[in-house]
């Protein structure tokens, strides 16, 4: 269970509290954005341009395993190490993140949440509402970029909290683990376009639709409370007591589900990194369903 002393989700003015006590070698605060192709923005020009002060930017494209071929992918623990230590992050170090979207109360920030995690860092806290609820409340922003002293960062990585492709086909015949895709209804049905040019919509076989915005309320820029998140896995016929893996369409909303499960106690749980990005452009052609012709 989360230890109180580093909550998973703080609020707008416990991080003006914070900050304004100092001691900025504690803690190092994050702003995770990233967005879809479509969305047609810069996340770390609009950063250069204003964030919360002391913030450094985490892109989940430039701390990822390239090898693959495929967007944001966990990364190494090497690489890990080497691009918390530039941002001066140590194992003892708190970690706020944030997002700049103002179409959900999260987005990105939960990726980069679940990147710490697998690299074995729990210390780690995700800012409700992001830059925009940070904005409303009158938060203060700069476009001043400071300079910290490296860390020395020292990672595991949690070879448990990622699935890759060959598991979830293992899985299609053991059924070990149930499979939740966190894209919206359309997408999952094949009937509303993908954010990549290169992939149409579908689904993998046997998985469970629950899209990631129905773990949230938008309007407050908050996630629901513990009881309305346990209503909403139960209607969507999720079973938190059994192993459950989040997809999504790059391994990035997925992590929405997986936090939504850990706020509700949930530890066991993992995500399929390649997500739909990759079985759609891997899996065998009978087993992408709802892909229109």
Known sequence: MEKSYFPTLVTVNWLKELVSKGGKS???ILDGSWHVPQAKRDAIKEFQEGHIPGALFFDIDECAD???NLPHMMPSVKVFEEYVSNLGI???THVIVYDNNAQFPLF???RVWMTFRVLGHEKVSILEGGLPKWIAE???VTDKIEVVPKGQYKGKFNSKMIKQMADIMNNLKSAEFQVVDARPEGRFKGVAPEPRDDTKPGCIPQTINLPFMNTMNVKERTMKSPEELKKVFESAGVDLNK???FSCGSGTTACVLALASYLLGKENFSIYDGSWTEWYRDAPPELKLNVPQ
Do not use: H, I, L, T
């Open 90 to 92: 140590n194992n003892d």
């Open 66 to 68: 390239k090898s693959r």
């Open 26 to 28: 504690a803690y190092r």
């Open 108 to 110: 990105s920030a939960q």
């Open 243 to 245: 192993p459950v893996v």
């Open 138 to 140: 009158n938060g203060p």
